[in-house]
C-alpha cells in the first residue's frame, strides 16, 4: 500500500515538475515573471535610434533600435520600427503588434492608438477596449477625456462610457459635476450622466461654484442658474460674478453690491469698485476711501 501511494504521488507531481521547467515563467501580458524584479530603464539614443539602459548600471538592456521610443509605463514602452508604433516589454519582448499611427503610454490598464487616422483605446493584451472611431482626443483629468468626431465634440469617462454626447461644437472641463458645453453661439451644461441639464441657449456661462450657482448671460444681462436649470437669480444685472464665500458682487447703475444664493442683495450696492469675498472679507472702494468690509456691508479693517 505504501509502495503503491508513493507511485500515485510521483505520478502526480512530475507532470507538475515537468510543467514549471519547460519554459512556464509565469509570464503576464507584459511579458514579466510574478516575483521578477524588473529593472528601471531609462531611454537613450544612439545614431538616431532609440533603446534602453539600466537606470543604475548603465548596461543596455535594449539595444537601440527604434525610430522613437516612450518611457516605460504600467510595465510598458510605446516604440517605433518600420514606421508603426507597438509596444514592448522590459525585455524589449514585442508584446502588442506594431500596427499604429500614434499612441500614447499606458494609464490604468489603458492606451489610446491611432490606426487608419482614427483614435480608440486598447489594453494590455492588445484588444480594443474603446472602438477606433475618434477623429480626436485630448486629456481633461485622469476621469474624462473629451473625443471629437467629425467637427463636434463630446466626451467620456476612462471606462470608454460616453458622459458627453458627440454633438457639442466645444466641451470645456468638468468643474462641480458639469462640463461647459456649446453649440454655434449658445451656450449650457451637461452632467455627467449625459444629460443637458442646463439648456444651450445662454449668450454665454460661468462654470458652476460649491453653492451650486453658476453665473449666466443672456441679452447683455447676466443672472444665475441652478444645477437643476432653473434660473435661481433672475437674469436683470449688468454685471454679476461667481459666487465666493457664499456671496456674489452684482453691479447696479454703476455700483457694486453683493447678493446672497437667495438673491438678496445682502451687500447694499454703492461701492465704486469692489473684489469678491475671501475669509470674511472683501476689498471695496467708496470715494476715495480703500477698506475691507464684512459679509453684511460694514468696515472690519482699514476704516
Known sequence: MVRKFQTNLLTLFIPLLLFFSCGNDGN?????????????????????????????????????????????????????????????????????????????????GNAWVKKGGKWGKIDKDG????????????????????????????????????????????????????????????????????????????????PFTEEGLAVVEKGGKKGFVGKSGEIAIPIEYVGAWAFSDGLAKVSINGKYGFLNTSGDLVVPAKFDEADKFRKGEAWVTLGAKQFYIDPTGNCIRDC
Do not use: C
Open 28 to 108: 503576464s501580458s507584459s511579458g514579466n515573471t510574478e516575483n521578477e524584479v524588473i529593472p528601471e530603464l531609462t531611454r537613450f539614443e544612439e545614431n538616431g535610434k532609440y533603446g534602453f539602459k539600466n537606470e543604475v548600471t548603465k548596461a543596455i538592456e535594449i539595444p537601440a533600435e527604434f525610430e522613437s521610443a516612450l518611457d516605460f509605463s504600467e510595465g510598458l514602452s510605446g516604440v517605433k520600427k518600420n514606421g508603426k508604433f507597438g509596444f514592448i516589454n522590459h525585455k524589449g519582448h514585442e508584446v502588442i503588434e506594431f500596427e499604429y499611427e500614434e499612441i500614447t503610454p499606458f494609464m490604468e
Open 127 to 206: 484588444n480594443t477596449t474603446t472602438p477606433l472611431e475618434y477623429d480626436d482626443f485630448q486629456f481633461f483629468t485622469d476621469d474624462y477625456y473629451k473625443v471629437k468626431k467629425g467637427e463636434l465634440w463630446g466626451a467620456m469617462d476612462h471606462k470608454g462610457k460616453i458622459v458627453v454626447k458627440v454633438e457639442y461644437d466645444q466641451v470645456w472641463e468638468f468643474k462641480q459635476g458639469f462640463f461647459t458645453v456649446s453649440k454655434g453661439e449658445k451656450y449650457g451644461f451637461v452632467g455627467e450622466n449625459a444629460a443637458e441639464t442646463v439648456p444651450v441657449e445662454y449668450d454665454y456661462v460661468f
